[in-house]
Nanobody, 121 residues
């Protein structure tokens, strides 16, 4: 199995940038699809970016043009670069992994503990 561990959250002003890192401890990460989700207070968890095992990535419409997802199977990481941050990006961000493909659905088997991102306007 694989255990995702997130890092890199913090507080930033609107328009700023943050980079989140997801390190997949355990066995090789290459057979696992990896994804970033976020959950704001009082809202449902939503998918932000997903990375297939073949390296293809998909971004949610709300973050296209601002966020990028990069994956390094050798380092077992999936990093989310977030630029032009908005107050509505404020949320707890979670990394998830699974051998099965779930896209932006939340049925992933393995989840990290989350890292907080706060964007002030």
């Amino acid at each position: 199995q694989v255990q995702p561990v997130e890092s890199g959250g913090g507080s930033v002003q609107a328009g700023g940038s943050l980079k989140l890192s997801c390190a997949a401890s355990g066995v090789s990460a290459s057979p696992y699809h990896m994804a970033w989700f976020r959950q704001a207070p009082g809202k449902e968890r939503e998918g932000v970016a997903v990375s297939c095992t073949d390296g293809n990535t998909t971004l949610a419409d709300s973050v296209k043009g601002r966020f990028t997802l990069s994956r390094d199977n050798a380092k077992k990481t999936a990093n989310l670069q977030m630029n032009s941050l908005k107050s509505e990006d404020t949320a707890m961000y979670y990394c998830a992994a699974d051998r099965a493909w779930y896209g932006f659905r939340t049925q992933y088997k393995y989840w990290g503990q989350g890292t907080q991102v706060t964007v002030s306007s």
